[in-house]
């Protein structure tokens, strides 16, 4: 069976050399077709999507343009949006009119805003008012996040009438595992599981059975916050409301997953969470290059610390040599320190009355990792550079940064909070700044002092 | 609606401080109690998962014998095993009786191993039997991810008689979406969607509406491939089969949540997955301490490549104030690589026959990051220095680095996987000592033959 399985996962792999073999030697049309034709459309959306852009292309032209939706709805939006943005304002709109709203809306999203405003303009007034509804949500929302299509009863029904009511629905979406229960204004009143609606006798009605006690989420919630929920209470689809309470959508587990996985990446560093991997060397370039420039700067700023002492250093050049120590394992110990404080966060663990204990655990760590390799590296540097007052020196230092890894990794991210920064994005290079330039001041500070 | 889940989320820690109060003030022990019986147990798992250790014991105490259970199954299992590990060997077997299997397995496997095994030698042979079946799979495959509570259905069963089965049943388990079809001998023959149950004329039978295009998962498999099929599969539950094809389990989304933000994150520097935000002292430090040292092993490398260039900084001091600029944006750079490569490779989309494309995008963006920053840097270096042959020196050294971080990060991570190791895991460090040293070397070494 687990060959069964690896086939599965190489058969993307075998595909994609036959393909590229096909297309280098400009022809054999016919196989290519004939290849994609045994192939479902999330199987051809894994190959598109594992191929480079010229490939891509070249897939895209020769695939049935009928399966054109079915595909566009399996791929990742940004690479949907590129294929979108080759056809004129006239296709695209036939297009969302195939698509379900919030696919649709999504690949919007990623076309150039003219390309958008075009399209809207030839859709269907009611194709376009539909749309318009789903676009006006902010992207990092609840509202951004949700599908549209959502199954609601009323709570005086029986249970036979919900069944009978499910089987007139040609299809019910994939993870509906609860129905959502509303008001005749359509006003969230509960959850009705599916199993629950299996299991009880059809004779009793919706209200007997619901569950009252999950709240539902409001449309501008932050999308974190979703992530949030959906991790601590085991979701896998919850309600959307707008202001009045009222049903406008549901979000599944599988639409929270990238929300979670963006939110556990220490710091992205210029990528998106669902980044593109075959994305073309002109859009990956400019996000990388303002992460650069973003290093760059604190990078200049340790460096001016070390500026500072250069007339210290030109005294005694093994602190050149060590110097990058100090602040390597200030770095490494402020970014753990850092991950379990803003992991926390993310989960609601960690408010004021637990700060105070975990700041504690975290010197304490800090002082004992501080002390054991403060005298691992002291005993090093001794017999490395025949120093004994360097050894001293650099086993100080260490246990300084540490100690300042721990508190600015505990601290820090209710501070970035409270100025309205991110901390899971911007913790990281802030943090690494602090302890470059921590460990530069304090070992070549101690440095000037004990060789003056 | 916003406030009132803001407000859901605050309970905690409004609680927290209460009780934090009544334990100090070392009294009203009633009223402790009488707030804690108004909480469900997932509502008290996560008021323990948010206190320091002490009051996390305090709770424990306080809490109805009764509830134990019912809590212990809500808490992640490294939390929950520290208070299994206070109980008596005849405690913890009535303890695992009253939980699921796969529960109690992931409870037994984070006590000592002599708790474990004194736990097991009391227990009733039936149970023991049960909970060693489960215990002998690593817990990294899918059979150490695994439920056991599977619902199966035969193929020659009408859908009524399903509908009727599950009626019988007292509780469907959480997050059932799909039933698991199977033969007499129990091997997996194809999924039947509840769904397709609740919608399909009840007089058809289980073959005609199952889907059979869905394979089992191997209950060695690693968990990080599983996490890949749920992702790319948008799976809400897979079943779990053994050698001879038969299901021993299934696999939920909310158990792969896990492994895949372990997955995600880049490297995890000593902290695990699901790490408890509370840890003691004694647990948290050893494990960073780890990796501290192989940091520090690391960060000697690369100083004792600039030990090597002593005698030019000496001459130019300016150097040592400029390296750490060159090392920290290759690091960075090589990170980006690194990250969509790693992320590219969890998701089977790099392979053979697409990798030459993406080094080769690699290297351009590099290359144009390299002359973009070079430039800047090097007018920067200029005029900071007033010297050209050092901005000259940086600028060239700043290619060389960012190129070597493409090819690096774009060749690494399957390297190391061709070597046994978890390119999530080591890359990050194995790459960031290469761009140091390719830093340092190229930098020094450059100036070294400039400054002759």
Same mark, same amino acid.
């Given at each position: 069976?687990?060959?069964?399985?690896? =086939? @599965?996962?190489?058969?993307?792999?075998?595909?994609?050399?036959?393909?590229?073999?096909?297309?280098?030697?400009?022809?054999?049309?016919?196989?290519?077709?004939?290849?994609?034709?045994? %192939?479902?459309?999330?199987?051809?959306?894994?190959?598109?999507?594992?191929?480079?852009?010229?490939?891509?292309?070249?897939?895209?032209?020769?695939?049935?343009?009928? #399966?054109?939706?079915?595909?566009?709805?399996?791929?990742? =939006?940004?690479?949907?949006?590129?294929?979108? @943005?080759?056809?004129?304002?006239?296709?695209?709109?036939?297009?969302?009119?195939?698509?379900?709203?919030?696919?649709?809306?999504?690949?919007?999203? /990623?076309?150039?805003?003219?390309?958008?405003?075009?399209?809207?303009?030839?859709?269907?007034?009611?194709? $376009?008012?539909?749309?318009?509804?789903?676009?006006?949500? =902010?992207?990092?929302?609840?509202?951004?996040?949700?599908?549209?299509?959502?199954? &609601?009863? $009323?709570? *005086?029904?029986?249970?036979?009438?919900?069944? *009978?009511?499910?089987?007139? /629905?040609?299809?019910?979406?994939?993870?509906?595992?609860?129905?959502?229960?509303?008001?005749?204004?359509?006003?969230?009143?509960?959850?009705?599981?599916?199993?629950?609606?299996?299991?009880?006798?059809?004779?009793?009605?919706?209200?007997?059975?619901? *569950? &009252?006690?999950?709240?539902?989420?409001?449309?501008?919630?932050?999308?974190?916050?979703?992530?949030?929920?959906?991790?601590?209470? !085991?979701?896998?689809?919850?309600?959307?409301?707008?202001?009045?309470?009222?049903?406008?959508?549901?979000?599944?587990?599988?639409?929270?997953?990238?929300?979670?996985? =963006?939110? +556990?990446? /220490?710091? %992205?560093?210029?990528?998106?969470?669902?980044?593109?991997?075959? +994305?073309?060397?002109?859009?990956? &370039?400019?996000?990388?290059?303002?992460?650069?420039?973003?290093?760059?700067?604190?990078?200049?700023?340790?460096?001016?610390?070390? !500026?500072?002492?250069?007339? &210290?250093?030109?005294?005694?050049?093994?602190?050149?040599?060590?110097?990058?120590?100090?602040?390597?394992?200030?770095?490494? +110990?402020?970014?753990?320190?850092?991950?379990?404080?803003?992991?926390?966060?993310?989960?609601?663990?960690?408010?004021?009355?637990? *700060?105070?204990?975990?700041?504690?655990?975290?010197?304490?760590?800090?002082?004992?990792?501080?002390?054991?390799?403060?005298?691992?590296?002291?005993?090093?540097?001794?017999?490395?550079?025949?120093?004994?007052?360097?050894?001293?020196?650099?086993?100080?230092?260490?246990?300084?940064?540490?100690?300042?890894?721990?508190?600015?990794?505990? %601290?820090?991210? #209710?501070?970035?909070?409270?100025?309205?920064?991110?901390?899971?994005?911007?913790?990281?290079?802030? %943090?690494?700044?602090?302890?470059?330039?921590?460990?530069?001041?304090?070992?070549?500070?101690?440095?000037?002092?004990?060789?003056?």
């Amino acid at each position: 069976m687990q060959s069964g399985v690896d =086939e @599965e996962l190489d058969k993307n792999q075998i595909n994609l050399s036959k393909l590229s073999e096909i297309q280098e030697n400009n022809g054999e049309l016919r196989i290519a077709k004939r290849m994609l034709s045994g %192939l479902t459309p999330v199987e051809i959306a894994n190959l598109i999507n594992s191929s480079p852009p010229k490939n891509r292309r070249y897939l895209w032209e020769i695939i049935d343009q009928e #399966s054109h939706a079915d595909i566009l709805r399996e791929l990742p =939006e940004e690479v949907a949006a590129q294929f979108v @943005e080759t056809m004129d304002s006239r296709q695209v709109a036939e297009l969302t009119e195939e698509l379900d709203v919030d696919d649709a809306a999504d690949i919007l999203q /990623h076309l150039p805003d003219q390309v958008m405003q075009q399209a809207l303009a030839v859709m269907s007034a009611q194709n $376009r008012a539909r749309l318009e509804t789903v676009l006006s949500y =902010e992207e990092d929302t609840a509202g951004g996040l949700m599908d549209t299509d959502v199954i &609601t009863v $009323r709570p *005086r029904f029986t249970l036979d009438v919900v069944l *009978r009511y499910l089987r007139r /629905h040609e299809e019910i979406p994939p993870s509906t595992d609860q129905l959502v229960v509303v008001n005749s204004d359509n006003v969230y009143l509960g959850m009705l599981s599916m199993s629950k609606l299996l299991t009880s006798d059809p004779n009793m009605s919706v209200r007997e059975i619901m *569950r &009252t006690d999950v709240e539902a989420i409001p449309v501008d919630m932050d999308d974190a916050k979703v992530a949030q929920l959906f991790e601590q209470n !085991n979701w896998i689809l919850a309600p959307v409301v707008n202001a009045q309470g009222q049903v406008v959508g549901r979000i599944t587990i599988d639409d929270v997953v990238d929300v979670i996985i =963006e939110n +556990a990446e /220490h710091s %992205l560093m210029g990528l998106s969470g669902d980044e593109d991997t075959f +994305a073309p060397t002109m859009k990956t &370039t400019p996000r990388r290059a303002i992460w650069l420039g973003v290093n760059l700067l604190t990078a200049i700023l340790a460096s001016s610390v070390i !500026n500072i002492f250069q007339d &210290t250093i030109e005294k005694v050049v093994a602190l050149a040599v060590l110097m990058p120590i100090v602040a390597s394992m200030g770095g490494v +110990a402020g970014s753990q320190t850092l991950t379990v404080v803003v992991r926390g966060m993310a989960l609601g663990k960690i408010g004021s009355s637990n *700060r105070k204990w975990l700041l504690f655990r975290e010197i304490s760590s800090g002082l004992m990792n501080g002390v054991l390799w403060a005298v691992t590296l002291g005993v090093l540097t001794a017999w490395w550079f025949d120093d004994i007052k360097i050894a001293l020196i650099i086993g100080i230092a260490i246990i300084i940064n540490l100690l300042v890894a721990a508190i600015g990794g505990t %601290l820090l991210p #209710s501070l970035l909070k409270r100025m309205g920064i991110d901390p899971a994005l911007a913790g990281g290079v802030a %943090l690494t700044t602090i302890t470059d330039v921590v460990g530069f001041m304090s070992f070549l500070g101690l440095a000037t002092l004990f060789y003056r």
